[in-house]
């Protein structure tokens, strides 16, 4: 273990000032709170890489020791390590000789959870969560977008499993709850294959539902706030229906969301299905794809590399942003609540386009100088076209989950950030990135 001081080690404060050193609540008769520390030490360096040279120097081994205290914090004793070859551009990975303690349940406390997408951005968090809190998880992915390497560090244990499969084919298993995460959520990525896209928001819904009927268990599908198009409302609240395009290049995910809410609802009416539908707003965090074309991930890494960052349009729109960790903690929320109506899970915090893009740099560049890198620039914020029916404003009314949910954000955007961006600062010393 490293020789840091505790002030060295990455803390975070909330909105409140107060120090967040778990994440998650018992709430609804669920347990969902686990060490801030243990979640980081699986995403802000899940694998323990450490670079080979031939002159490789002993100090530069300390220093690499160093760093990684401080995203592990003593943890990492449950991590792979790998060796990193700067040379070759290779890698050599090794299997996990323990996995990170999880909680020891009872046969009635432990349920057994399937997440559709569970192998992507969001999916993978909440996997860590419902391992960490010793439930039995099935991941199914047909890793279009999804990477094994976020959910790797479970695989062989007891009670996780990973399956590749498509959501559009039907499933078979015994579960208690489902959460349906399975659908590309970033524009490059559902508008490569439109038709694709509306047939796994339809059919993909159709089948975890009708697996829901069978087995008896609880559903709840992650729409989007997509439903809402470019709204007319501002904020937007769960009683408006929205202003769509029905034919434009966003629709096949805006118009597939609403047909799975839909579907969702025909099947609650129809056959008694217990249905939860959250409607996601904005979030980032750890495991983003840097290439997904998402505002977040795109401003850090061209920060991090000096390119100049890209704002399209005149950076007037407006965007909330969420971080992960709030996202999956109204997800359980919700999954474990009464609550059966739709459901806004967002960050009220609103910004333009154009002043994010000024935080991200700052919050870059404090953390290469505490870093002691030297900036040959400051990087410049430059504007290109607005892409077609790109919304104008964005953000979500979340009465309804803090009344029956119990729920709001707890992260700042800037603390969020910071932490994201010291995750794809690590990914580009590991030749990840």
Not at 46 to 68: F, G, R, W
Request: contains cysteine.
């Amino acid at each position: 273990m490293s020789n840091l001081l505790p002030a060295e080690l990455i803390r975070t404060l909330d909105k409140n000032g107060d120090e967040i050193q778990s994440v998650g609540f018992t709430r609804f008769g669920f347990d969902s709170e686990v060490p801030i520390d243990v979640l980081r030490s699986l995403y802000l360096r899940s694998h323990y890489v450490v670079t080979a040279s031939a002159n490789h120097a002993p100090d530069s081994d300390v220093k690499e020791e160093t760093d990684h205290a401080r995203f592990t914090q003593g943890l990492n004793a449950y991590q792979s390590k790998s060796i990193y070859h700067p040379d070759t551009q290779s890698i050599s990975y090794t299997t996990l000789s323990r996995f990170p303690p999880v909680k020891l349940l009872s046969p009635s406390g432990r349920k057994r959870i399937l997440i559709t997408g569970g192998a992507g951005f969001v999916g993978s968090h909440l996997v860590d969560r419902l391992m960490l809190l010793g439930h039995e998880v099935t991941v199914i992915d047909n890793f279009f977008t999804g990477s094994k390497t976020t959910v790797s560090h479970w695989v062989g244990h007891p009670n996780f499993e990973l399956v590749r499969h498509d959501v559009v084919e039907p499933f078979m298993i015994e579960c208690d709850q489902i959460y349906h995460l399975a659908c590309p959520a970033s524009p490059p990525h559902y508008q490569f294959n439109a038709v694709k896209t509306l047939k796994t928001s339809f059919m993909g819904t159709l089948n975890m539902l009708g697996l829901a009927k069978r087995t008896k268990a609880r559903f709840l599908i992650s729409s989007t706030s997509e439903v809402y198009g470019d709204p007319e409302v501002h904020p937007q609240h769960e009683e408006y229906w929205g202003h769509v395009n029905p034919i434009g290049p966003r629709a096949c995910y805006d118009e597939g969301k609403r047909a799975a809410e839909t579907l969702t609802y025909g099947f609650q009416r129809q056959d008694g299905v217990d249905v939860r539908v959250a409607r996601i707003f904005n979030t980032y965090g750890p495991r983003m794809n840097p290439h997904d074309g998402r505002v977040v991930s795109n401003f850090i890494v061209q920060a991090l590399r000096g390119e100049d960052l890209t704002v399209y349009g005149d950076g007037t729109q407006t965007r909330s942003f969420q971080y992960i960790h709030d996202l999956v903690d109204g997800l359980i929320a919700l999954m474990n609540s009464s609550e059966s109506r739709p459901v806004n899970i967002g960050n009220g915090d609103e910004f333009t386009i154009g002043q994010f893009a000024e935080l991200v740099r700052d919050i870059v560049e404090k953390v290469q100088k505490e870093d002691g890198v030297t900036l040959s620039r400051r990087v410049e914020i430059v504007y290109r076209p607005i892409p077609t029916d790109d919304p104008q404003k964005r953000r979500p009314d979340t009465t309804r989950a803090k009344e029956s949910l119990d729920w709001q954000p707890r992260w700042t955007v800037r603390m969020g950030i910071e932490e994201m961006v010291r995750y794809y600062k690590a990914k580009m010393a590991e030749g990840s990135i």
